[in-house]
């Protein structure tokens, strides 16, 4: 087998494209091949069948020793990984600046470390009357700017400060104080993409929290809360059924099952909220039954007009823990409440009652003159201004913390040059990116087409009924009406409309071309909700950039066999155009099977660490930022994988032209005279 590119396929991919027959071979392009939603059905039922479930309830014993396996399974292999191993175990720097007094209270401004070197603020609400041994509780927030200043958060900690809980009010990541685009809450997978998990500077936001807290000499270790809503409620939920030291939580209207959320889209949640491999050990009913036998408060709103509605959230939750607070005979220390007025997004005066009064059951057991009923505190309520806490000027960020862990990163040369061992050292860095993008072993099924029948005046089609692992991938061959001389694959960051110039001039030099989608583009796009469709292969195991990888990989693998070996170039090319499809046909090539001969890019990425270093979230290129491929592999890597092969840049950026000038030296080393760039 030759794996050669010939100049016919370059001088194609640079000729002009002939007028006659745009519009039709548009059209052709256009017309669907999927039916609609069909991604988004097969996506569903092969997410539904890799959420794990919760084992069978059967002794408390056995279900203590289940929890604190999985506790530490997750911090280990989810939470603290990469740095984030060595940040967990710095010591908590905590600095108090001023005092105010309150009516029956007074709150201290202060601001500690989660990590060296980044501060966040908060606010310390201590009791008047201080016990030798008082409670604690965290109070944290959601997606709300007013941050720590939001008026339902200062009233309910006034409130508990009022009867006798110290309160630490605690800034949120993005919020308030925080609120900065360098702090966006898609960052935290800039620190994926480096091997460092994102996730951890939002977990040890809580437990740094916590640690303070339980600092103070007053603090009773018995009793300890933590609260919050939407955002909030995740953090809740996570922390509690994760920190044993939690011994009260309630989340309000701030999760749902996994298996919940791929029903009921709204609930999907941002990159902390689904991280990545959390679902590879857990789902939030098991975060919810891990909580057993502590007292736990579930708060939904009835008609939530952004997220979990008590409805369809609840429920479940609910069927699946129940039982596991009954093996240690405390049934009742799981309670919900459902908010029905106003039953909006809310943690309202009904809400914080209901706190109040579990607080009371459980902190205050004996004080009958305890009252669940709120205090009115309109008039102690501050502006932002009053609540700001200073903060250092060059206090890190999300995205600086990023940039430092991209800094870090491997800046020797992948591939030393030198012939000696040169095959054994391919072939280990290319089942390491195989692993690293978790490439599934999916195949392929094939209902084969019909005849090729005319479909334009100067091109026949046909549509291949191609199946790859659950997804059916569409593929639409395009011939000329001569005997064709070579095949390609085009995919394109637009979708395969978008690739119309290129697949015309392919055609005119009787190329046959496989127009084809992968998931999440063109046809594979799902109908709502974009990037967070992403996040959920990601946390049940899978990687978007490795499921896009293997589909390409699969087309390939069948254009090879039908029509490899009879074409008189012997060759099946794979052209994509943009920096997100240039990289999806690197990594198929580089870690599938030789039947890729040739790669061409329009307009690739220079860099992965460009991601970083533009502040990009998820959001915007979510195959990309795949946990651990930038501590391994830049963008050049993956191409000198490719080699001997061809890989040819076309509109390089002028930083892409020095990043590919590099390979030239590695293909000599294999005995190839070529430029990727020439």
Avoid at 446 to 452: A, D, F, H, I, T
Avoid at 603 to 630: Q, Y
Wanted: charged share 25%.
């Amino acid at each position: 087998m030759r794996f050669t590119i010939p100049a016919l396929f370059l001088f194609a991919l640079t000729s002009p494209a002939a007028a006659d027959d745009t519009a039709d071979l548009k059209k052709l392009l256009e017309t669907p091949i999927l039916s609609p939603r069909q991604t988004l059905t097969e996506l569903q039922e092969y997410l539904d069948a890799k959420i794990p479930r919760l084992p069978e309830a059967t002794t408390a014993e056995a279900w203590e020793k289940e929890t604190a396996r999985l506790q530490k399974e997750v911090l280990e292999k989810v939470v603290f990984r990469g740095e984030a191993a060595r940040w967990k175990d710095a010591k908590t720097r905590v600095d108090y600046t001023e005092t105010f007094a309150g009516e029956g209270y007074s709150v201290k401004k202060l601001r500690y470390e989660i990590i060296p070197g980044f501060w966040v603020p908060a606010l310390l609400y201590l009791p008047k009357k201080l016990g030798e041994k008082a409670p604690v509780m965290l109070a944290v927030n959601g997606h709300d700017r007013a941050g720590k200043a939001a008026g339902y958060k200062q009233t309910r900690c006034i409130n508990l400060a009022k009867r006798g809980v110290m309160v630490l009010n605690v800034e949120w990541l993005g919020m308030g104080q925080l609120n900065l685009p360098a702090n966006q809450h898609g960052a935290m997978d800039q620190l994926n993409l480096c091997g460092t998990s994102g996730l951890s500077l939002f977990y040890l936001n809580m437990t740094r929290g916590l640690d303070l807290l339980l600092a103070h000499p007053n603090a009773d270790p018995k009793r300890v809360a933590v609260s919050g809503l939407s955002g909030g409620g995740w953090q809740t939920i996570f922390v509690s059924g994760l920190d044993p030291r939690v011994t009260l939580s309630n989340p309000v209207a701030g999760y749902s099952s996994f298996r919940t959320r791929i029903q009921h889209f709204k609930d999907l949640g941002d990159s902390e909220q689904t991280p990545c491999d959390l679902a590879t050990l857990v789902d939030y009913t098991h975060l919810t039954a891990m909580r057993a036998p502590r007292p736990t408060l579930l708060t939904f709103n009835a008609k939530d007009n952004c997220c979990f509605e008590s409805g369809y959230a609840l429920p479940p939750l609910e069927r699946a823990s129940r039982p596991f607070f009954k093996l240690f005979g405390k049934e009742n220390n799981l309670r919900t409440h459902i908010n029905e007025v106003p039953g909006d997004h809310n943690f309202g005066q009904d809400n914080r009652e209901a706190l109040y009064k579990m607080i009371g059951d459980h902190f205050f057991p004996n004080d009958k003159s305890y009252s669940a009923k709120e205090i009115a505190c309109k008039t102690e309520m501050k502006t932002p201004a009053e609540l700001s806490v200073e903060l250092p000027k060059d206090n890190l960020t999300i995205n600086a913390v990023a940039m430092r862990l991209a800094e870090k990163v491997r800046k020797e040369p992948l591939f030393p040059i030198d012939r000696a061992n040169v095959d054994e050292r391919l072939v280990e860095l290319q089942k390491e990116l195989r692993s690293i993008v978790k490439t599934p072993e999916w195949g392929f099924k094939l209902k084969l087409p019909p005849q090729p029948k005319r479909s334009i005046s100067k091109y026949e089609s046909a549509v291949w009924d191609l199946k790859v692992g659950p997804m059916r991938v569409p593929v639409l061959e395009i011939m000329p009406l001569e005997k064709p001389i070579g095949t390609v694959i085009v995919l394109a960051d637009g979708g395969r409309v978008a690739a119309l110039t290129e697949i015309e001039a392919l055609l005119n030099a009787r190329i046959r071309v496989l127009a084809i989608d992968v998931y999440y583009f063109g046809e594979m796009q799902l109908p709502s909700h974009g990037s967070l469709w992403t996040l959920m292969p990601a946390t049940v195991g899978d990687r978007a950039l490795g499921i896009q990888a293997a589909q390409l990989e699969e087309v390939a693998r069948l254009a090879w066999d039908k029509f490899g070996e009879k074409e008189a170039a012997k060759a099946v090319a794979v052209v994509a155009i943009g920096p997100r499809t240039s990289t999806i046909a690197l990594v198929a090539a580089a870690t599938g099977p030789k039947t890729i001969s040739a790669v061409i890019l329009h307009e690739p990425l220079a860099s992965l660490k460009e991601i970083i270093e533009t502040n990009r979230s998820v959001s915007s290129t979510p195959e990309l930022f795949c946990f651990g491929l930038l501590e391994k592999f830049d963008v050049a890597d993956l191409a000198a994988l490719v080699a001997p092969r061809p890989v040819v840049v076309k509109k390089p950026s002028d930083r892409a032209k020095k990043e590919f000038a590099k390979l030239a030296a590695w293909y000599k080393v294999l005995g190839k005279n070529f430029d990727p760039l020439k």
